[in-house]
């Protein structure tokens, strides 16, 4: 692997191409914070699908590309005079130390959850930092990631359940309550009690140590592998989809459970 100097000389390069590219390059010189907005987030799930498939080729690929939305909008802020790549770096730097008083200080964590609870605990002393135990959980969070980072969070200044198998009476709950919604025929309710029972079911998940977003990607993927499985399997066959009896279908399902 490289040595720290050829490290700092490969971003000192890729530093320097950049502000070449934006000088002189009429795509990079137009591009504004707002462009760059949708390519990065677009970036980012990209990063998150190399992630899931554990691909080391895309991964560094995806990483690099993110990396340059980093060092583009800090290349708009440095023109601006607002801030620069170094600020960026050092204040990156300086969280990480503050936030890390077992690491740089006298605190003590014996365990991964422990430090979890302490970083709590400090971005809610941090100088210009959140006010608040949910101030810092973003509101464009897709649903899922919003509510197990918010279940995290309460759970690290203590307010969570005091055993993990205690969750289950409240999914249970909110499943009777759900099913009594949609037997009395409440539409605005059942839609409700189908957002409380998703909260409890990823609560459930973050107590047993399941990343639901991951766990449901998981299964996204197995589902689109064995539909497409009964698809080309029915292809085969030289039958359509919509002639096949549900338990034609479920046959090839079976199948393909087992391929």
Known sequence: MHTTDEKLAAFGRFLEVLDTLRTKCPWDAKQTNESLRPNTVEEVYELADALIADDTVNIRKEL????????????????????DIADVLNSLTDKLIFRHPHIYGDVKADDADQVSRNWEQIKLREKGGNKTV??????TLPALIKANRIQEKVANVGFDWEEPSQVWDKVKEEISETQAEIDAGNAGDVEAEFGDLLFSIVNAARLYGVNPENALERTNRKFIHRFNFLEKRAHELGKSLKEMTLAEMDEIWEEAKKA
């Not at 590309?65 to 607002?82: M, R, T």
């Not at 949910?134 to 509101?139: D, E, H, N, R």
């Open 64 to 83: 690099g590309d993110v990396l340059l939305h980093v060092a583009f909008y800090s290349k708009i802020a440095d023109e601006k005079g607002q801030f």
């Open 134 to 139: 949910l101030a810092g959980v973003p509101s």
